[in-house]
């Protein structure tokens, strides 16, 4: 099989077009089956996109590494189409004051808690420092999440199976949670979703409502903000 589809892989080394047209097959398949399966909240899009684009990659045995230099173009995206999300934010800017308190208090222990209980648990587990440093920015959105990664010392692929891991997580159980309490307020679960889900929790967010989805904008924006300036300090002080 693999080597049937060799010319694939050769073609994917020497131009980026086939990777990104990879990328966006995927994609468009996760989401019509994603569509199909009724929008389950245990497994978004992005995460069927992936497992498909994963079985492509493995059965034509194209190295990680190479996909990544191909599809490279795409990453590209991500930063405008993050700072996109500040026009929902514009949209619910007077919510938003109401509340600048109370999210003041709350954003910087998650944050924190955030990053510290899956470097805890995987040190706890005898990890090596760049599986921890990959593991630190795994709630923070892509186009940080990288640059943190990096000045940390860890490794990008192992980061970006942390980040989708935990987008996936955090969806699901934020929607367990908020049945099991009782919360319902778009302006709580929308924050929580952001904070814990990066992007992919805030794409859930915008599903439930555009208040919902604002404030998942706000929460995934600032707590990029604050790890890409307290993950670095932390690394250094900590001596990791």
């Not at 109401?98 to 040190?123: K, N, R």
């Not at 921890?132 to 186009?143: I, M, Q, R, Y």
């Amino acid at each position: 099989m693999i080597d049937a589809l060799s010319p694939l892989r050769e073609q994917l080394l020497a131009t980026p077009m086939l990777a990104i047209a990879l990328t966006l097959a995927a994609f468009l398949a996760g989401n019509r089956l994603f569509l199909r399966l009724d929008r389950p909240s245990w497994c978004p899009a992005v995460l069927i996109a992936a497992m498909l684009l994963a079985a492509v990659l493995a059965l034509a045995g194209i190295d990680y590494d190479d996909y990544r230099r191909g599809a490279g173009w795409l990453m590209l995206l991500l930063g405008p189409a993050t700072v996109a999300l500040a026009v929902p934010l514009y949209q619910q800017l007077p919510r938003i004051r109401e509340l600048w308190f109370p999210i003041l208090c709350t954003l910087p222990p998650a944050a924190m808690l955030a990053a510290f209980y899956s470097v805890a648990l995987a040190w706890l587990l005898g990890a090596a420092p760049e599986v921890l440093a990959s593991l630190a920015p795994k709630s923070v959105t892509a186009p940080i999440a990288i640059g943190i990664t990096e000045q940390l010392g860890g490794v990008i692929p192992l980061m970006m199976g942390g980040l989708l891991i935990t987008g996936v997580m955090a969806t699901a159980f934020v929607g367990l949670l908020a049945r099991l309490t009782g919360i319902s307020d778009p302006r709580v679960l929308g924050f929580v979703l952001g904070v814990n889900g990066h992007v992919i929790g805030t794409v859930r967010a915008f599903e439930l409502g555009p208040t919902a989805g604002a404030f998942a904008s706000l929460g995934m924006s600032l707590t990029g903000i604050f790890s890409a300036l307290f993950l670095p300090l932390a690394w250094r002080l900590v001596g990791l």
